[in-house]
């Protein structure tokens, strides 16, 4: 069973399209994330959410909108996509705010052209 | 501002042990974790320690001192499967991961 689902694996688009990123955790856990990660392997967090209640926004463009169905899921939707957007983005959860070990997703490698 | 250090790249003989160290600067701390990431693939969990001193899980060991904001990763009886890059991870003040720019092992025959 897969634990951290996310869709699509790959999504390649062009500049000044919106795309969204679905992911969907059948752990029972309370928190979820969003990463990005650039092609120096560096692990920046976006958003942080705790029963679908945002916790942690970074400092990222609010051309990224999160949003929360249910605590279960939590999909990413990006506006007028930029060339600079091109990274692999993780969707992880954990059992709560405290927890220590975080499941990750597969990661969507998105390619902006 | 918060960081944390690690080596960008390391590299072992197969069968050997390597260490790779993580010295953070954070506000507040609740803990330091490692995780490792094979190329193309997710960061899965290895550890994680609140407390000062050794904590081993098979193979692999973390280490942390709190006085110093240093920890380490070691892996015993390298082998070439343990190829991948490992980050370390600190909670912070907020219970916020501030992650490291990670370390890629790279093992030889």
């Known amino acids: 069973d897969t634990a951290v689902s996310q869709t699509p694996k790959y999504l390649v688009t062009q500049m000044g399209n919106d795309k969204s990123i679905k992911c969907e955790q059948n752990l029972g856990h309370d928190t979820m994330y969003w990463y990005k990660q650039d092609s120096k392997k560096f692990l920046k967090i976006m958003f942080s959410y705790n029963n679908k209640e945002l916790i942690i926004n970074e400092t990222v463009p609010n051309r990224f909108s999160p949003k929360s169905p249910d605590k279960a899921h939590l999909n990413l939707h990006i506006n007028s996509l930029e060339l600079g957007d091109s990274a692999v983005y993780f969707c992880?959860?954990?059992?709560?705010?405290?927890?220590?070990?975080?499941?990750f997703g597969p990661g969507t490698r998105l390619t902006v052209t | 501002g918060q960081s944390l250090e690690q080596p960008s790249e390391v590299t072992a003989v197969e069968g050997a042990i390597v260490q790779i160290n993580c010295t953070y600067q954070?506000?507040?701390?609740?803990?330091l974790s490692w995780y490792q990431q094979h190329d193309g693939g997710a960061p899965t969990f290895l550890s994680y320690n609140a407390l000062d001193g050794l904590e081993e899980t098979g193979r692999f060991s973390s280490f942390l001192s709190r006085s110093d904001s240093y920890g380490y990763l070691l892996l015993q009886e390298l082998q070439m499967k343990d190829s991948a890059s490992y980050f370390c991870a600190v909670r912070d003040s907020n219970y916020q991961l501030i992650w490291g720019a990670g370390t890629k092992l790279i093992i030889k025959p």
């Open positions: 992880a959860s954990s059992q709560d705010q405290q927890g220590w070990e975080q499941y």
């Open positions: 954070t506000s507040g701390f609740y803990g």
